[in-house]
């Protein structure tokens, strides 16, 4: 391991962190199934959204790897898919038979003492959510042993919150506890919830509406759950006679939704900026739906602290990152991917993000996070920020705006050295995207264009790059070559595209009309 680097990504830990990965190595917290609790009747003022179908005639479908029933601690496909397996999401799904999903519940229960993955408190989290939801909408499946075991679960995760991690992990775990000291009217677990989880939400959710982790996909996650605690609030009988927490909850997801709602492309779908891929999270034509369904009113809120810039103009529809990391002690989603963009023309990816499609901490993960991987510059072969290890990031890049408005976006940043500054400039002038880049140190560097996977280079030059949908001219390169590489909208599903390597020394224009 890099010294240097530890060095680094310790410096931006928050102390509650080091005390809950202290905690978590000295307390193992295990389930007592020895609890008696029952959870009570209510109907949901309106009905949660509906999961893709992930069980299959008795097979699994998850990140698109279908495979039979092993055990829940299947490691054949990695860690995302063994946890998957554990959230028991297909309880939500289309016209299961109920039967089929009792059958589970009762297998997880009765295989519970050899299951090492399934009491970690992320999957506990959404599984008792899950859980929950079911019985509610089939109360006719509950029993003794089902409650008991569920409040088991939502008793073990307000005893192993993920204060380690923070981030989004925490956020999950006390959306099940609160969610579920309402099913148990448990007027405990209700107000440790609610303490801690309005102290998470007012610091992980910008003042843009944004979360601070800088992902969409995570964005629309968490925005569901929150919709989820707003659903149950409305419905169950015990709750807050003054409503203090509810409008809190609403005033929260407004915001999140104003963002969401800014940063979308026109056709609706989200940004892969970051680690984002499609169909993890719900999509957000379902999240407003549900939204709306549950009375809530909101309108697009201007994109700031989060980093995202999005502009549209004539045919083209741009989305630019000059953002720092804000989750600075949880950047484990974040690329070095500082002021990358993606471009679309008529609607259609034209320049895109390589994406996201493994967690495995393997060469592919640590590529889809490099700044090779995106649309930006590297400088003699570096990282804009320090990314290793999968989820780690040690010393990163300070971004500084200077100028920020519809047709002029310009930032610098220092990720290469305090020597060596990059700065870059987007303009709109008519129907041309025009991007400037100025490196300080006159070192190599090298600029990377990704192309769409439908996007064909026809001809190119140190001056021009011809394609089958637009015209790239150059200014101030030494040399291009054009390699073949692969971008990944989905988990685990690669498609191979071109990728543009313009060589240059400290300035550099490019053109695209």
Known sequence: MNLSLLIHTVRYIKPIQLFGQIFKRINRVTIKTDKEKSGISFVLKVNPIIKPNSLINNSFCF????????SWNDNRHGALWRYNLNYMDWLQQADIDRDICIEWIDKFISDSKTNRIGFEPYPTAL?????????????????????????SQIVLLSKNIEYHLLGNHIIEDLYSIYIGSLYFQDYSLNRKSKRILKKELEEQILPDGAHFEQSAMYHSII?????DCINFSL??????PDNIFIDFLRSKAKIMLGNLENILWKDGSIPLINDAAYGIASSPEEILLYAKRLGLSWYPLPLKECGLRHIS??????????????????????HADTFTYEMRIDGVPFII?????????NELRDYERSTAAHNTVSVEGRNSSDTWSGFRIGKRAKVKIIADSNNHIEAVHQGFGKKCKHYRAFRVKDSKFIIEDTIECNKKSI????????VKITSYSKEL?????????????????????????????????????????????HIIE
Do not use: M
């Open 223 to 227: 925005l569901e759950r929150l919709l």
């Open 235 to 240: 419905s169950a009988p015990f709750n807050d």
């Open 313 to 334: 103009f004539y045919n083209k529809e741009v989305l630019i990152d000059v953002a720092d990391i804000c989750a600075t002690y949880q950047p484990g989603h974040s």
């Open 127 to 151: 599984r008792s959510v899950n859980w929950i939801k079911f019985f509610i909408l089939n109360p006719e499946c509950r029993s003794k042993i089902r409650d008991g075991f569920l409040y």
């Open 63 to 70: 990140i698109n790897i279908k495979s039979n029933f092993e």
């Open 465 to 509: 790059i011809e394609t089958n949908r637009a015209k790239i001219f150059l200014s101030g390169a030494i040399s291009i070559s054009i390699i073949k590489g692969y971008s990944a909208t989905e988990f685990n599903r690669l498609r191979e595209i071109q990728i543009a390597l313009i060589e240059f020394k400290s300035h550099l224009t």
């Open 447 to 454: 600029s990377y264009i990704h192309f769409a996977p439908n």
């Open 353 to 361: 993000d390589t994406g996201t499609s493994t967690y495995n901490k």
